[in-house]
Structures are given as C-alpha cells and as structure tokens.
C-alpha cells in the first residue's frame, strides 16, 4: 500500500521560509512523477512543484514548478530516505494553504499531472502565511 505523510507545515510571516517534506512508502514502481499540490480556501486545488524519479529517458529527474513559485520553491528526492521536499523561500499570504504531497506510477508528464492529479496522496499539511 502507498503512503505519503507530508510533515514541516505551519505559521510563517511573510518573506520567510519553510520546508515541508513527505515520507513516502510502500513504493514498488521504477519510475514515478512525485510533486505537491496546494488548496486554498475557497480555491480550486493547483499543482506547485513536480519531479520525476527513475525515467529512463531525459524525462528523469527534471523538475517542474508553477509560474507563481518559480524561483522561489525548490523539490528535491532524496531516495535513500524514500522522502521529496520543498523548500519554500520568500513565502508570502498567497501562498497560505494546505500542501498536499502526491505521487503516480504513469509515464505522463508533470503539466498532465498538474491538470488531472495524481493517483496517490497524502493527508495534507497546513502553511499560514501571515504579513
């Protein structure tokens, strides 16, 4: 059975930063995309940050991230811990919501999966920013 338990959420002010991370378990797949998505209240859930691990073309390890974090939001994998993080850097209100890690075995790519989702998903962490 897949898990993802995302941790590291919570209250910031504005301009600081955060790193969440998702432990992720009971992984049999060679290849999958890993990422984090995010709800605000009131809003549509929305894709943040995307990374695939183990494509056997150049697909592997290329990272993909929303318009509205680029340059501020870094994923990485570290895959001797089975865990993905995102560093989050001058983080301001609009960022405020809950952060959900996510993962899926397909070969698609992570503007697919920013669209329509992934298979798999963590419960969520919250992040307030406030100014």
């Known amino acids: 059975e897949v898990q993802l338990v995302e941790s590291g959420g919570g209250l910031v002010q504005a301009g600081g930063s955060l790193r969440l991370s998702c432990a992720a378990s009971g992984f049999t797949f060679d290849h999958y995309a890993i990422g984090w998505f995010r709800q605000a209240p009131g809003k549509e859930r929305e894709g943040v940050s995307c990374?695939?691990?183990?494509?056997?073309?150049?697909?592997?390890?290329?990272?993909y991230y929303a318009d509205s974090v680029e340059g501020r939001f870094t994923i990485s994998v570290d895959n001797a811990k089975n865990t993905v993080s995102l560093q989050m850097n001058s983080l301001n209100v609009e960022d405020t919501a809950v952060y959900y890690c996510a993962a899926d075995p397909k070969y698609y790519s992570c503007s697919y999966y920013f669209k329509y989702g992934m298979d798999y998903w963590g419960k969520g962490t919250l992040v307030t920013v406030s100014s």
């Open positions: 990374i695939s691990v183990g494509d056997v073309s150049l697909e592997d390890g290329k990272t």
